[in-house]
């Protein structure tokens, strides 16, 4: 870089004025009396310094965001959930419920549509206190900004038919920035957010905005964008430039709200005011570009008085003129930060999260939800019991559109057929909902499952709950570690049939082919082995081994070993057929050949399954092709070039054969649904006949019955086509129900509803230059014979990077893709409807490269589980590593046993309290855990967190002191003492000031000179010359108030500290604590999270009686095999009831035993490997059979080079 400044000699930089967006100059303002009315200048880089600095600052950058010592400061973890997380029920404010008794019991829940990044809200603090007029009311949440960036909350109000009551968003709070102390990210306090309700409403949206990289809305996301850009950007940089240190009076003057409206005004005049709402990544760096032109000027212009009057008490004046056209440098490169404490902390925050947040509230009503055991898993005399080996339950309430409310708890397996009844007291009223009933082994092996229809989430009447209920179906066994994966066929060509067929490894003919005992290539057999994908040639013969027992059938140069075998029956009989080995299983292996010249298989791409659609699909790159290139010339292109296909899963894949048609420079991606909306039941394939025929018959009907959809009298069914798919509705009616047959079973859903899922896509690349371009989300429809559209012009959504090499679509409607050479994930939430390229929705970029939860190294697979989680697999990390969709690690694996507690823990568990025991305990284990505890009165919050030695109470970041001590740059001291209500200001030469204690104490904590003060210094001659400190002596208390806070109780000794410093705090206000306890099962079982630091873990009634067991829940699950030079990873894989393959390679992969797969247990445990899996790419559908992606070739239609696709099943 310094090479690069000298050889463009004065040129790497340049001066001139500081203009707004029109190209106007901005002027000094009267602040600043030497320059007043001058034109402010600024510096700007040249395009090739520009250019350069991004190397020598983007390593440190990464690197700060995974250094241990760096925890809290440049980076911080929060644990994510893999269900977006919904608040509970709203309260009437204490103080308010005798007043309202009677008069209104308004319920509220909220649905955090944005949830991560940063913003948090407290569900237990949502409050409504009602108003004189019914249905309306104040309601109150608290919100938590734990990033270096401000964000504004607006609320809009609908009506009962989702109808928006104003045309306009109504302002509600300014919602400042995390604290920070010399560059570290400080506790900072929630801000209540209070708004009226009106009496017609019946929803309402709580959006925040700020600065951030998609879901821009310009309605609402300018004043957190500006206010971030002056006082988490730009007014840092300059202290960083000058050296000086900044304080925590920058968050209080920020606070101001005159400051805050000037600020806003005069900044969208000077830098916002041209952009429009189409505002996303390639213009963000327009508003920085922006800041860079005009945050010289917009400081110092007129009307930013009060800030320029703060700022002159840190800075002297010609250091403000100095350094004011230097902060431009660090808006022109953005991220390129002259630190990477303050700057850092807020660049990487903001380019990792949106810039809107949504928080739904609606009106709330009951739910319950009672579920059976599986019928058939009992009889008449006696009532079915739970699966054997269940352990405990999940129940996850769904709505249309992506919240969720979940719940969970134990079951007792074999020893049990007790009904489970689950109470919801508040979820949302409005749209529709299901439910979905989940059964879990101990190692959380799905056992059995029940999902209700999607029904209208209305209560049934006043004061009345709606109750849904139904029976589970079990699952499939647990896979055991003697389970292993045997080869069972390949994709082919074949010309004769002009169709892709499923070539068996092996495959019988029965015995009566044979003539005189021996093996003849009768017609018979010839078609046999044709149905087989096998056509043999008109010089095939047969060579007999061992007469009447084994023959060789030669054909050219393939070889089909042939051996007469007897076969057994269910009722003991034998019986004798042909064995016939076609010897097929993949054999090619690394490297692949990426020559132009010749079919050559260049490179695997994708490998996707569509469970319900059974069809997989995956793409290439290969010489060979004879395709056109993507929006190219239309000639055929035989070198390598990446294009993609779909089949069907089934017996006939060329049933869903569809081909690109054509190629791209760079790789496109196929990314489908794996799971897909669930059935209501399925019931046995063996009732096919009578749907077919028009009847249902009393044992079908009594299976709708037994899982609590009994059918009216008089149904009967129709075919939509034969076999597959049909409808069950009462003459002359409209359907209830359709069926459809998954291969195993025909599956129940409501009618009319989707039976496969339509998120499937291929991601387009939307440039050939191998370095610069983006991908469209194109929609692929799934349904025989119906081809790709290659001409679309709508999209999705839009993922910004290059090189994508992995991608899942997740069951809460987002598309999640990998970029391994950066260690980097993009994060699309599908949008309602498609648009056009230029207005897709873009995604958001997360993750990073590093060895922390939260960061990636070496990212070699990505998948979704049907719980949620998003896994990533890390060759350098040597792990799996289980995240959220917005890049918060989930902890879910099962860790180390920590220690035991005793069972009367559980009294204080189940209050959600971590006693002194527990705590006391933990300790003794190596574990401190963190003694941070926050107490609300009114809008006020008091943080109690002890330092070691002391209880330090602060309020907003302030100390709550009762003396300060007032320095200038010129060696004035001062000393303020609180008297009474008065506060009593001396210092040598000075008459005493008395200043109104109620008015000025909170702005001397905020280490900030009270006007008042500076009046009185005035009259007395006096002016405090830069930089003022004002330090104060704090509030601290014995940390024997422990003990009080561990109960939940206000510590008496608090409330006499704060009534000696006119504040107030009552006996009864809530006392949260920063150890957080969730309730899983009342009496036995729960999980307990450290806020500060990050971890969790799981405590339940262990089977020895009198004891709790405590064991770490992880993120990460360590890989058996170590990735070393000689082992390596490729892909990763999971399967309905949550069991993880892994696949990989030993050496360099040159050798076809050198692969291998392994399985993991749902907690990520080691199951088993299976030698000789040749596999590239691996998924697993729902019936557990496992299809690769290989790198063997063949010829298919016209020549073309096309990859196999192996299917792989297990043992039984």
């Not at 007043?36 to 310094?49: I, P």
């Not at 109808?163 to 995390?178: F, G, P, Q, R």
């Not at 009933?437 to 006043?462: C, E, H, K």
């Not at 006693?915 to 933990?922: I, N, P, W």
């Amino acid at each position: 870089f310094s090479s690069s400044i000298a050889r463009q000699g004065s040129s790497w930089i340049s001066i001139g004025a500081s203009k707004d967006v029109h190209g106007n100059e901005l002027l000094w303002g009267p602040s600043f009396p030497d320059k007043a009315g001058q034109v402010v200048q600024r510096y700007a880089l040249s395009k090739q310094t520009f250019q350069d600095l991004g190397g020598p600052l983007s390593s440190p950058l990464n690197a700060s965001q995974d250094q241990q010592w760096l925890k809290n400061t440049s980076w911080s973890v929060s644990n994510g959930s893999p269900w977006a997380r919904t608040a509970s029920i709203s309260k009437v404010a204490p103080r308010d419920q005798a007043r309202n008794a009677g008069t209104d019991t308004s319920d509220f829940c909220l649905s955090n549509q944005t949830p991560g990044f940063g913003l948090d809200f407290d569900d237990d603090s949502l409050t409504w206190k009602p108003g004189d007029t019914p249905g309306t009311g104040v309601l109150s949440i608290d919100a938590s900004n734990g990033y270096n960036r401000t964000l504004w909350a607006y609320v809009r109000f609908y009506d009962d038919g989702g109808n928006a009551l104003s045309d306009s968003w109504t302002s509600v709070a300014y919602l400042s920035s995390v604290n920070m102390i010399l560059g570290v990210p400080m506790p900072t306090d929630p801000t209540t957010l209070s708004f009226a309700w009106p009496a017609e409403a019946a929803s309402a949206k709580l959006v925040h905005g700020g600065l951030g990289t998609s879901r821009w809305d310009n309605d609402v996301d300018w004043n957190g964008t500006l206010l971030t850009g002056l006082f988490q950007l730009g007014i840092p940089i300059m202290f960083l430039l000058i050296g000086a240190k900044l304080d925590e009076s920058l968050k209080q003057i920020e606070k101001d709200q005159a400051t805050e409206k000037a600020c806003v005004e005069i900044g969208y005049a000077i830098i916002g005011s041209l952009f429009s709402n189409a505002l996303s990544v390639p213009n963000l760096e327009a508003i920085f570009l922006a800041m860079a032109d005009g945050f010289a000027g917009w400081l110092v212009h007129q009307g930013m008085e009060k800030v320029q009057a703060w700022l002159l008490t840190k800075l002297a004046e010609a250091a403000i003129e100095d350094a004011l056209p230097a902060v431009s440098v660090v808006f022109a490169v953005l991220n390129r930060a002259v630190d990477l404490v303050e700057i850092g902390e807020t660049v990487v925050e903001v380019l990792a999260s949106p810039a809107t947040y949504e928080l739904d509230i609606r009106r709330s009503m009951p739910l319950t939800v009672t579920v059976s055991p599986d019928p058939t898993h009992g009889t008449t005399q006696e009532p079915a019991i739970w699966p054997t080996d269940s352990d405990h339950y999940e129940v996850v309430v769904q709505y249309r559109g992506g919240s969720f409310f979940k719940a969970s708890g134990p079951l007792l397996g074999a020893t049990s057929s007790t009904p489970q009844t689950i109470e919801f007291p508040s979820v949302p009223e409005g749209g529709q909902l299901q439910v979905k009933f989940s059964t879990y082994a101990a190692d959380n092996t799905l056992l059995g499952q029940w999902t209700s229809s999607w029904v209208d989430a209305v209560r049934p009447a006043a004061g009345e709950v709606l109750a849904l209920a139904g029976c589970i179906q079990e699952q499939l066994v647990a896979l055991s570690a003697a389970t292993v994966y045997g080869y069972k066929q390949r994709l082919v060509y074949n010309s004769e049939a002009a169709a892709h067929m499923w070539q068996p490894g092996e495959f019988a003919l029965p015995s009566a082919v044979l003539v005189g005992g021996q093996l003849e290539l009768t017609s018979t057999v010839i078609a046999d082995f044709q149905a087989n994908a096998i056509t043999l040639g008109a010089s095939a013969t047969v060579v007999t081994v061992a007469s009447g027992q084994q023959w060789t059938v030669e054909d050219g140069a393939a070889s089909y070993a042939c051996l007469l075998r007897t076969g057994y029956n269910p009722d003991g009989s034998s019986y004798q057929e042909v064995a016939v080995y076609t010897a097929n299983a993949p054999t090619a292996c690394l490297p692949l050949d990426q020559s132009d010249s010749g079919h050559n298989l260049g490179a695997l791409g994708s490998l996707t399954i569509n469970n319900k659609a059974y069809k997989l699909g995956y793409g290439w790159t290969a010489s060979g092709q004879n395709v056109p290139e993507q929006g190219g010339s239309g000639e055929s292109i035989t070198a390598q070039i990446n294009t993609f296909q779909s089949i069907s899963a089934l017996a006939a894949p060329e049933a869903a054969l569809a081909f690109s048609g054509v190629g791209f420079a760079n790789a496109p991606f196929l990314v489908y649904d794996k799971y897909g909306p669930a059935p209501l039941l399925s019931v046995d394939q063996s009732f096919a006949g009578e749907l077919d025929s028009g009847v249902v018959s009393p044992a079908l009907a009594q299976q709708f019955a037994q899982w609590g959809y009994p059918l009216p009298d008089g149904v009967g069914s129709t075919a939509v086509s034969p076999g597959s798919h049909w409808t069950i509705a009462q003459p002359g009616q409209s359907p209830l129900y359709q069926l459809a047959s998954n291969a195993a079973a025909n599956d129940v859903h409501t009618y009319p509803s989707a039976l496969v899922s339509q998120r499937n896509f291929h991601m387009q690349p939307t440039s050939s230059d191998p370095h610069r371009y983006e991908y469209q989300l194109r929609e692929v429809v799934l349904r025989d014979g119906v081809p790709f559209d290659m001409d679309q012009t709508s999209s999705w959504g839009r993922m910004t990077l290059p090189h994508i090499n992995d991608a899942v679509v997740h069951p809460q409607g987002y598309v999640i893709a990998a970029h391994y050479a950066i260690d980097r994930l993009e994060v699309l939430k599908l949008p309602t409807e498609p648009s056009s390229d230029a207005e897709a929705v873009p995604a958001v970029v997360i993750a990073g490269p590093g060895t922390r939860p939260g960061l990636l190294r070496g990212p070699r697979a990505l998948s979704v589980t049907a719980d949620g989680r998003v896994l990533v697999l890390e060759d350098g990390n040597a792990r799996i590593q289980a995240l959220d969709v917005h890049g918060n690690p989930v902890p879910s694996f099962a860790g180390a046993r920590l220690t035991t507690l005793a069972t009367d823990e559980a009294a204080n568990l189940d209050a959600g309290l971590a006693s002194q025991s527990l705590r006391t305990a933990f300790a003794a284990a190596g574990v401190a855990l963190s003694k941070i505890w926050l107490i609300r009165h009114a809008k006020r919050f008091y943080r109690l967190s002890d330092d070691g030695t002391q209880m330090l109470v602060t309020s907003d970041g302030r100390n709550l002191s009762t003396t300060w001590t007032i320095a200038d740059g010129a060696g004035v001291v001062l000393t303020a003492n609180l008297d009474g209500e008065s506060i009593v200001v001396s210092g040598a030469g000075l008459q005493e000031i008395t200043l109104d204690a109620t008015k000025n104490m909170l702005t001397l904590d905020g280490a900030m000179l009270p006007e008042a003060l500076v009046t009185a210094l005035a009259e007395q001659q006096l002016t405090l010359v830069a930089p003022v400190t004002i330090a104060g002596d704090q509030f601290t208390l014995d940390q024997g108030i422990e003990t009080q806070l561990c109960q939940g109780l206000v510590p008496p000794s608090l409330v006499s500290g704060l009534a000696a410093r006119n504040l107030e705090i009552e006996a009864d206000d809530p006392v949260a604590a920063s150890v957080r306890i969730k309730q899983l099962s009342p009496g036995r079982a729960w999980q307990l999270c450290d806020r500060a630091s990050g971890l969790t873990w799981a405590i339940s009634a262990d089977q020895q009686p009198g004891v709790l067991t405590v064991t770490a829940l992880e993120a990460v699950a360590a890989l058996t095999t170590p990735p070393t030079s000689d082992v390596s990873y490729l892909s990763l894989t999971t399967e309905d009831q949550g069991y993880i393959y892994v696949s990989g390679y030993t050496g360099d992969g040159s050798e076809p035993g050198a692969f291998f797969l392994d399985i993991y247990r749902p907690d990520g445990s080691f199951l088993n490997r299976t030698a000789g899996v040749n596999a590239g790419r691996i998924c697993v559908d729902m019936w557990r059979n496992l299809y690769s992606l290989d790198f063997d070739a063949f010829m298919g239609p016209g020549g073309r080079t096309e990859p196999t696709v192996s299917m792989w099943t297990p043992s039984v």
